[in-house]
């Protein structure tokens, strides 16, 4: 029998508001999550992310559509899908009053764990997120990336088989945010399913076993990064043109765009015969491009490619919430 997906969605849509102030933030999404992977949902802000994440947390109805998650469907099986998911938002929801330990207790408790459970879970959740020597201290004197462990620490209490993480990073510094990602790696080894979305490319590239890419509320691309990669380019030939008039004109062609240097990025293969061709054609006088350098494409590329360089739009939110 073929494995049941960690999360399974059809036809997903969402409107906000009514008549002309309507806003459609999903129009029809699909997603298909293998248990124990990592699927990013990655988007410009207003794509719809948070509304996908809510919906399928149960904290929000979908207008149309169906989705189940961990086996339970959503809307007609709301307690067994709690029971069964954690959900952490952009900020850390832990009590600055409390202490790392008491915080995890706290939710221990709540999960239904007895005193001595509580106590026992966690000391576990602390070691494994590396804040023993920080577990009697008040969380007001924690680091952002510290109260962000301790945050997934809490979601873990009732070990659920799927989580979700709505933009975890956002905020923090770059040796915070690699730390996040290594729990991320722990926990998809250790057999959850994890839900991320982000703005972050490197992100994604780096934590997903598959990405989809969300644009004014339709899933317009989904696969592996290579996979994704490749429908833009193998390769990317950046060129620096000599003026603006030059950089306007050869603008259609590219997947990249930095008015600031006059730089293009044009999709290639990378062979020295396609590089030479592209030369050929953009420039055929060898007057318009200063010089040129070649890369490997990157999600950047196709998030470009894909989505443009929208102006964002608000997505309307309702109260953050935790599910545990």
Same mark, same amino acid.
């Given at each position: 029998?073929?494995?049941?997906?960690? #999360?399974? !969605?059809?036809?997903?849509?969402?409107?906000?508001?009514?008549?002309?102030?309507?806003?459609?933030?999903?129009?029809?999404?699909?997603?298909?999550?293998?248990?124990?992977?990592?699927?990013? +949902? +990655?988007?410009?802000?207003?794509?719809?992310?948070?509304?996908?994440?809510?919906?399928?947390?149960?904290?929000?109805?979908?207008?149309?559509?169906? !989705?189940?998650?961990?086996?339970?469907?959503?809307?007609?099986?709301?307690?067994?899908?709690?029971?069964?998911?954690?959900?952490?938002?952009? %900020? !850390?929801?832990?009590?600055?009053?409390?202490?790392?330990?008491?915080?995890?207790?706290?939710?221990?408790?709540?999960?239904?764990?007895?005193?001595?459970?509580?106590?026992?879970?966690?000391?576990?959740?602390?070691?494994?997120?590396? +804040?023993?020597?920080?577990?009697?201290?008040?969380?007001?004197?924690?680091?952002?990336?510290?109260?962000?462990?301790?945050?997934?620490?809490?979601?873990?209490?009732?070990?659920?088989?799927?989580?979700?993480?709505?933009?975890?990073?956002?905020?923090?510094?770059?040796?915070?945010?690699?730390?996040?990602?290594?729990?991320?790696?722990? +926990?998809?080894?250790?057999?959850?399913?994890? %839900?991320?979305?982000?703005?972050?490319?490197?992100?994604?590239?780096?934590?997903?076993?598959? #990405?989809?890419?969300?644009?004014?509320?339709?899933?317009?691309?989904?696969?592996?990064?290579?996979?994704?990669?490749?429908?833009?380019?193998?390769?990317?030939?950046?060129?620096?043109?000599?003026?603006?008039?030059?950089?306007?004109?050869?603008?259609?062609?590219?997947?990249?765009?930095?008015?600031?240097?006059?730089?293009?990025?044009?999709?290639?293969?990378?062979?020295?015969?396609?590089?030479?061709?592209?030369?050929?054609?953009?420039?055929?006088?060898?007057?318009?491009?200063?010089? %040129?350098?070649?890369?490997? !494409?990157?999600?950047?590329?196709? %998030?470009?490619?894909?989505?443009?360089?929208?102006?964002?739009?608000?997505?309307?939110?309702?109260?953050?919430?935790?599910?545990?």
């Amino acid at each position: 029998m073929p494995e049941q997906p960690a #999360i399974a !969605a059809t036809g997903l849509r969402k409107t906000y508001g009514s008549g002309a102030r309507a806003v459609e933030v999903l129009r029809g999404v699909d997603l298909t999550v293998p248990p124990g992977t990592v699927h990013a +949902l +990655l988007g410009p802000n207003g794509a719809g992310k948070t509304t996908a994440v809510r919906i399928l947390a149960t904290l929000t109805t979908a207008d149309a559509g169906t !989705a189940q998650v961990a086996g339970h469907d959503v809307r007609t099986e709301r307690t067994a899908v709690r029971r069964a998911i954690s959900l952490t938002g952009q %900020f !850390a929801a832990v009590d600055e009053r409390q202490t790392g330990a008491e915080n995890l207790r706290m939710m221990a408790r709540l999960a239904r764990h007895s005193r001595a459970s509580a106590r026992d879970r966690a000391h576990h959740l602390l070691e494994r997120f590396e +804040l023993s020597h920080a577990a009697d201290r008040l969380v007001a004197t924690y680091s952002g990336g510290m109260r962000r462990r301790l945050d997934l620490a809490a979601s873990l209490v009732g070990d659920p088989d799927v989580i979700f993480l709505d933009e975890p990073t956002t905020g923090l510094d770059p040796r915070s945010r690699r730390e996040l990602w290594s729990v991320v790696r722990e +926990l998809a080894v250790q057999g959850t399913t994890v %839900f991320l979305t982000t703005q972050y490319l490197e992100e994604a590239d780096r934590l997903a076993d598959r #990405i989809g890419v969300l644009h004014t509320g339709r899933l317009v691309a989904e696969g592996t990064a290579q996979s994704l990669k490749s429908t833009v380019a193998d390769h990317r030939l950046d060129l620096v043109l000599h003026d603006r008039a030059d950089y306007l004109r050869l603008t259609p062609h590219a997947v990249h765009h930095a008015p600031d240097t006059l730089t293009l990025g044009i999709p290639t293969d990378g062979t020295a015969r396609h590089v030479r061709a592209l030369l050929d054609e953009l420039d055929p006088d060898g007057t318009a491009v200063e010089r %040129f350098s070649l890369h490997t !494409a990157t999600l950047d590329d196709v %998030f470009l490619a894909l989505t443009g360089t929208p102006t964002p739009r608000p997505e309307p939110k309702e109260a953050a919430a935790h599910v545990r």
